[in-house]
C-alpha cells in the first residue's frame, strides 16, 4: 500500500469525551504514529471515529494505511517465540495464570442445562482436590442457556459469556443480530462475544462492519463486547490486522480470534498480529484492549507460547484474566495436569480430573 | 510492557529492570497496568541446556591422515568459554612440520582414494556425515555454544540445522557434476587448504568442507584458534563415518603459524578463506602468482534498508536480527540501518523498545538472545569503535542491562545521528552495535548503502515488489535479502564484491571454487 495515502486523524479536540470504554481513555504524552497514518497524541477513540466516520472512503484509506504485515516475517517471529523454554517456577505461574484466563466453553446444538450446569462447576472449581487452583474467568454458552448459567454461577467470580449475532456465520439482519444480544443481556450475560459480518468486510464495505460492531455495542450496555474476527476467513494478516482496528474503533473491549467453528481458528501468529494491533491502538488512543484466542488450544504448551507472545508483544499489563484470554474447553484439564505434575513432579492419569 | 524486565535470575547474567533512559520509548510506560497483583510479571526461569551431553577431553591433537595426533613439537594453547574465562581444554598448535604432514596426507589421499572414487560413492559418505551431524545436534550445538560464545538457541536452531543442511546438499551434487554447469567431466581441483573464522565455527567448517569433497578435493581444515572444538567433534563425526584417512584433515593453531604454513604448502592447490578483510589481501599477495585458485570471503558493512512503506513490525524484527543475530559477529551483518527520514523517529523508538526485551547472558539458557563476545581483542576492537563514534558525534543509547562480571560481553547498543563520514559508518565493527542513518529517496538510499568498499550483503524493507527488484539491480551487494536478513540456505549463493572478496559458497555456484574450471 502506498503511504501517502495517509489520513490525518486528529484527535479531534471539540469532540465530546464520550467514554465509548469501560477503561477510560487514557491520552499518552506525545505524538505517536504507526509510520503509515498520522494520529494525534492524546486521541480518543471517539475522537479517531469521529473523523473517520466522516466517509466511508475515510476509513478505508485508514485501514488501508496502517502497515502491512509480512507474511513470512510474522510466521517467523511467532515461531521463535514459541521456542522460549518456561520451565519451574515461570512455568508453574505460567499454567495458573493460564487456568484464570480460560472462557470454558461449550458451543454444541446438543447443548442442555445439564451440560452447561456441569462446566460451570468446572468453572468455579476446575480441581475439586486443590482448592488453590484459581476460578476460570468465565463460561461461554449460547444465549438461551445464559440464565442457567447465571445461576448456577451466582456469588463467584467466574463471568457468564454468551455468543450472539447469529454465531458463527453472522448470516442475518443486524436487527436479528440484535434480538440475539438483547436476549443474551438479559438473560445475564455479563459479556457478549458478537460476530464481524466477514462477508461485508471481504467485499469491502468496512463502514457497515464497523456500524455493526457499534450498534451491538449499544445494545450491550454494561455487558463487556468481545469481536470475534474469525481470522480463518479473513485469510491475511494485512485484513487480521484492518479487522481488529474496525473492532476496536467499534467499541470492542476484546477481540477475539475465531469462532472455534472454522479451520485454521486461534495461530500464534494471528495472535501476534492482533496483539500488536491492540498495543499500536493503546498508544494511539489510551484504550487498552483485551485479546481473546480461541479454537484449537489444547495443550498446556500451547498456552504457555501464548503467554510468552503475549508477554514481549504487550506485556505486563495484558498478563491478567481482564486483558487476556483462552476460549477452550479441553485446555483446562491439561493445564491442570501439567500443574499438578509440576507439584507432585509425577503425572496424574487422564481420569484424575473431572470433565465438565 | 515488555521492556519492564526480564530479570534473569542466573547469578551470571541478567537483564534487569529494563527502564530506558532516553525519550524514545519512554511512552510505552504510560500504558496503565491492569494487573494488580505485583507478582503478575511473567519473569522466565533459567533454562539451561545441559552440558552433560558433551564430553569435553582435557587435551585435543590434530587429525592428520584419519587420526588424531600430538604436534611434533608439543607445542599446545588453551581454548577457554568466553562467557565465563573458563578453560575448556588444551589444543594443539600446530607447526611447519604438521602442516606438511597433513597437506601430505592430503595429496596422497586425493591422489589414490578420493579423487578416484565414483561422485555416487562420495555422496554415501557426505550423507553419511550429514546424518550423523543431526543425530549428535544437540552435541554439537552445546559444544559451538561453549567455545563461540552464541546463545544456545541460534547454535541448536541455525548453525548445527544449516551445516548439516550443507552436507546434505552437496552430497547430492557428488555423483551429478556433469550437469553442474561446467562442461563434461570437471575434474576436481586437488588438495584444498582452508581456513576458517570464529563467527561460526562449524558451519564455516561445512560451508568450506561439504563442496570441496562433493567435487573430489580432499581438505586441510584450520579452525580459527579461539574456537576449535566443534570442527574437532567434527573431525570425530568423520572417522565416525569412515571417510578414507587424508581426506579430511583439521589442523588446530594460530593463524599467523598454522594458516599461514598451510596456505604457503606448495601442494596446496586451491585456498579458500573466510575472515578478515586485512589478511584476505595478505593473503592475495602472497599467492599472487603461485597458480593457487583462492576465494576469499571477508568483511562487510551491510546496509539494511528500511522504506516508509515497509512491513513495520517484521522490519523492526528484521532490524534486530541484521545486527543482533551471533552478537552481530557476522560478516554480513546489517549493521547499517538506512532508515526513510519520514518514519526515522518512530522506527528507532521501536527499536528501541524491541531490544529492551533482548535478553542478554548465559549462551546456554536456551532463552537467551544475545550471548557473549568470542574473544578479548575482539571485545577491545568493538569498544575502540563505540567509543570512537561517541567521539564523532553520534547518539549511544543501549537498554540497561547488567552484564555479567566475567567473560566477554557487550551490551546491545544503537547510535543515531551516524553520518556516512562516521567511523562506525565506515569500518566494519564485529559486534552488536548498530549505526543508524537516513535517506529521503530511494537513489540517495542506494548511494550511501553503496558508498563502503565493502560489497557483501544488503536488505530492503518495502512493500512494494517493483521496488525491491530495482534496489536488488543497483545495490552493489553479493546478498540482497528483501523483507528478511541473515537468512541462509545451503541452495542459495553467498559472496561478496569489492574488499567482501569473491568466489561463492552455496548452490551450484558453490561447485565451481572446488572445480579446475
Not at chain 1, 233 to 257: P, Q
Request: glycine share 10%; charged share 20%; proline share 6%.
Amino acid at each position: 500500500m502506498e503511504s501517502e495515502a495517509r489520513t490525518n486523524v486528529q484527535g479531534a479536540s471539540g469532540a465530546p469525551a464520550r467514554p465509548a470504554f469501560d477503561q477510560d481513555p487514557r491520552p499518552l504524552p506525545r505524538t505517536v504514529s504507526l509510520g503509515g497514518p498520522v494520529l494525534g497524541a492524546g486521541g480518543t477513540v471517539s475522537g479517531m471515529l469521529a473523523d473517520l466516520r466522516r466517509s466511508e472512503s475515510d476509513l478505508r484509506r485508514f485501514l488501508h494505511g496502517l502497515p502491512g504485515v509480512d507474511q513470512v516475517g510474522a510466521e517467523a517471529r511467532a515461531a521463535s517465540l514459541g521456542t522460549r523454554s518456561i520451565k519451574t517456577s515461570a512455568k508453574r505461574w505460567a499454567l495458573e495464570m493460564a487456568v484464570s484466563m480460560v472462557d470454558l466453553t461449550t458451543l454444541e446444538g446438543a447443548d442442555t442445562p445439564g451440560k452447561v450446569l456441569s462446566l460451570c462447576a468446572k468453572a468455579r472449581r476446575p480441581d475439586p482436590s486443590d482448592p488453590s487452583v484459581p476460578p476460570v474467568a468465565a463460561v461461554c454458552i449460547y444465549p438461551d442457556l445464559v440464565p442457567v448459567a447465571k445461576r448456577a454461577l451466582t456469588g463467584s467470580s467466574v463471568k457468564v459469556a454468551s455468543v450472539a449475532t447469529a454465531f458463527p456465520s453472522g448470516r442475518a439482519s443486524l436487527a436479528v443480530k440484535l434480538a440475539d444480544v438483547r436476549d443474551a443481556v438479559a438473560g445475564g450475560a455479563d459479556e457478549v462475544d458478537m460476530v464481524i459480518d466477514r462477508g461485508a468486510f471481504l467485499s469491502g464495505r468496512y463502514g457497515l462492519v464497523l456500524e455493526q460492531v457499534q450498534a451491538v455495542k449499544e445494545e450491550c450496555g454494561e455487558a463487556h463486547l468481545k469481536v470475534i474476527l474469525e481470522t480463518g476467513e479473513l485469510a491475511t494478516y494485512d485484513n487480521v490486522r484492518r479487522a481488529s482496528y474496525l473492532a476496536m474503533l467499534g467499541g470492542a473491549n476484546f477481540i477475539k480470534t475465531s469462532t472455534g467453528k472454522v479451520s485454521p481458528a486461534a495461530t500464534l501468529p494471528v495472535a501476534l498480529v492482533m496483539l500488536e494491533a491492540v498495543r499500536d491502538f493503546a498508544e494511539l488512543t489510551g484504550a487498552l484492549i483485551g485479546v481473546k484466542v480461541a479454537g484449537g488450544i489444547r495443550s498446556a504448551k500451547d498456552a504457555i507460547k501464548y503467554l510468552v507472545i503475549v508477554n514481549e508483544t504487550v506485556g505486563e499489563a495484558w498478563l491478567d484474566p481482564s486483558m487476556f484470554r483462552f476460549g477452550a474447553s479441553g485446555l483446562l484439564n491439561d493445564l491442570l495436569r501439567q500443574r499438578s505434575k509440576q507439584l507432585s513432579g509425577s503425572y496424574a492419569g487422564s481420569e484424575d480430573f473431572s470433565i465438565e | 510492557m515488555s521492556e519492564h524486565e526480564h530479570a534473569n535470575n542466573s547469578e551470571d547474567a541478567a537483564v534487569s529492570d529494563l527502564k530506558d533512559e532516553s525519550a524514545g520509548i519512554g511512552e510505552t510506560s504510560g500504558h496503565p497496568v491492569a494487573g494488580e497483583r505485583p507478582e503478575q510479571v511473567f519473569e522466565y526461569a533459567r533454562a539451561p541446556e545441559s552440558r552433560s551431553v558433551v564430553h569435553l577431553r582435557s587435551s585435543y591433537g590434530l587429525f592428520i591422515d584419519g587420526a588424531f595426533v600430538e604436534p611434533v613439537d608439543a607445542k599446545s594453547y588453551k581454548t577457554e568459554n568466553p562467557a565465563t574465562e573458563e578453560v575448556l581444554a588444551e589444543i594443539a598448535a600446530a607447526g611447519v612440520e604438521d602442516v606438511d604432514r597433513a597437506v601430505q596426507a592430503a595429496g596422497r589421499a586425493q591422489k589414490m582414494v578420493w579423487g578416484p572414487m565414483p561422485g555416487a560413492e562420495r555422496a554415501k559418505y557426505l550423507f553419511r556425515i550429514a546424518r550423523i551431524m543431526q543425530e549428535r545436534s544437540r552435541e554439537l550445538a552445546v559444544l559451538e555454544s561453549l567455545d563461540n560464545g552464541k546463545p544456545i538457541r541460534e547454535s541448536r536452531d541455525v548453525d548445527v540445522p544449516l551445516a548439516a543442511a550443507h552436507f546434505f546438499y552437496y552430497a547430492g551434487w557428488a555423483d551429478k557434476l556433469d550437469y553442474a554447469g561446467f562442461g563434461p567431466n570437471p575434474a576436481p581441483i586437488g588438495v584444498a587448504g582452508q581456513v576458517i573464522p570464529w563467527n561460526f565455527p562449524l558451519m564455516m567448517a561445512a560451508w568450506k568442507l561439504a563442496p570441496a569433497l562433493a567435487a573430489g578435493n580432499t581438505c586441510v581444515l584450520k579452525p580459527a584458534s579461539t574456537t576449535p572444538l566443534s570442527a574437532l567433534l567434527l573431525a570425530e563425526i568423520i572417522q565416525q563415518a569412515d571417510l578414507p584417512p587424508g581426506v579430511v584433515n583439521v589442523i588446530t593453531g594460530a593463524g599467523s603459524l598454522a594458516g599461514a604454513a598451510l596456505v604457503a604448502h606448495p601442494g596446496v592447490d586451491k585456498v579458500a578463506f573466510t575472515g578478515s578483510t586485512e589478511v584476505g589481501k595478505d593473503l592475495q599477495r602472497a599467492l599472487a602468482g603461485t597458480g593457487k585458485h583462492l576465494t576469499l570471503e571477508l568483511g562487510g558493512k551491510a546496509a539494511n534498508i528500511v522504506f516508509e512503506d515497509a512491513p513495520l513490525d517484521q522490519a523492526i524484527e528484521g532490524i534486530v536480527n541484521g545486527i543482533f543475530f551471533n552478537q552481530g559477529e557476522v560478516c554480513c551483518a546489517g549493521s547499517r540501518l538506512l532508515v526513510q527520514e519520514s518514519i526515522a523517529d518512530i522506527v528507532v523508538e521501536r527499536l528501541k523498545r524491541r531490544l529492551a526485551t533482548l535478553r542478554v547472558g548465559d549462551p546456554l539458557d536456551k532463552n537467551t538472545d544475545l550471548g557473549a563476545i568470542n574473544n578479548p581483542a575482539q571485545l577491545d576492537k568493538i569498544r575502540e569503535l563505540a567509543a570512537a563514534g561517541e567521539a564523532e558525534g553520534a547518539i549511544r543509547w543501549s537498554p540497561s542491562c547488567t552484564l555479567p562480571s566475567k567473560g566477554y560481553w557487550f551490551a546491545p547498543t544503537v547510535f543515531t545521528n551516524v553520518s556516512p563520514a562516521h567511523r562506525i559508518a565506515q569500518e566494519e565493527i564485529f559486534g552488536p552495535v548498530l549505526s543508524v542513518l537516513t535517506f529521503r529517496t530511494p537513489e540517495e538510499a542506494v548511494a550511501k548503502a553503496n558508498n563502503t568498499v565493502y560489497g557483501l550483503s544488503a536488505g530492503v524493507w518495502t512493500e512494494k515488489g517493483s521496488r525491491i527488484l530495482w534496489m536488488a539491480g543497483q545495490l552493489r551487494a553479493g546478498v540482497v535479502w528483501a523483507n528478511s536478513f541473515n537468512r541462509f540456505d545451503p541452495t542459495s549463493p553467498f559472496g561478496g564484491y569489492r574488499e567482501s572478496g569473491f568466489g561463492r559458497e552455496g548452490g551450484r555456484q558453490g561447485l565451481g571454487a572446488y572445480l579446475d574450471v
